[in-house]
């Protein structure tokens, strides 16, 4: 079956540190992946997607590349911030359906 | 990002009591999906919906939960007789192109 496997947490960074989340996948099909926040007290949101081989998803300084050749999509921050705190899920959908990994906690420290 | 609403934010039962957890889309959509988070744990996926049909459904998704689409614009989602272990996060989600958009979640609690 699907499945998502992220790096165990929590994560626990400095302002303006690097933020590197890995998560490598197995699927059945050609998934499209996608990394989603959860803040605390609140439900789960987009943050970005790559639907093909090599795309590359961003989104508020987050970066994450598709690589099929290592079934892979690490994502990463060049300087994250205290309001970055929150835990984030890697995902892939097959055929409708979200298959999540098990959320990696990012806490930020001023 | 379409918009999903979900109701009541949280529902407090008792052990044995169906509770029905509804979805509001803002927009017309056709498929739509729920999910589950288990308190610390990872959200997982319950079943979608298309066209007012089951399309897919996973092994938690037992002869106690269903769903419907009693109006064209609520989706439901009813649990007939709850037990302990359904006390988690109920999230409903709707289609994007390619992604899909989840609304703030109902936390039920069983006692």
């Known amino acids: 079956g699907d499945s998502v496997t992220q790096m165990e947490g929590p994560v626990t960074l400095s302002e303006e540190a690097f933020l590197t989340i890995n998560c490598t996948y197995t699927?059945?099909?050609?998934?499209?992946l996608f990394w989603y926040v959860q803040y605390p007290g609140e439900g789960l949101q987009l943050l970005l997607k790559?639907?093909?081989?090599?795309d590359k998803g961003s989104n508020k300084g987050f970066e994450a590349t598709y690589r099929k050749e290592t079934t892979s999509f690490h994502l990463e921050k060049g300087s994250v911030q205290v309001s970055d705190s929150a835990v984030y899920f890697c995902a892939l959908l097959v055929g409708g359906k979200l298959t999540f990994g098990q959320g990696t906690i990012l806490t930020v420290h001023p | 990002e379409p918009e999903v609403t979900q109701t009541p934010s949280h529902q407090v039962t008792q052990m044995g009591q169906e509770v029905i957890l509804r979805c509001v889309p803002i927009s017309n959509h056709l498929y739509f999906y729920w999910y589950r988070q288990i308190l610390g744990q990872k959200v997982e996926f319950l079943v979608s919906?298309?066209?007012?049909?089951?399309?897919?459904k996973s092994e938690i998704f037992d002869d106690q939960f269903s769903v419907e689409r009693p109006d064209g614009s609520n989706f439901t989602l009813k649990i007939r007789s709850t037990k302990l272990e359904d006390s988690a996060m109920y999230f409903c989600a709707i289609d994007g192109a390619v992604e899909q958009f989840f609304g703030p979640g109902t936390r039920l609690t069983v006692l």
């Open positions: 699927a059945t099909g050609y998934p499209s």
């Open positions: 919906f298309y066209n007012n049909e089951i399309s897919e």
């Open positions: 790559a639907t093909k081989a090599d």
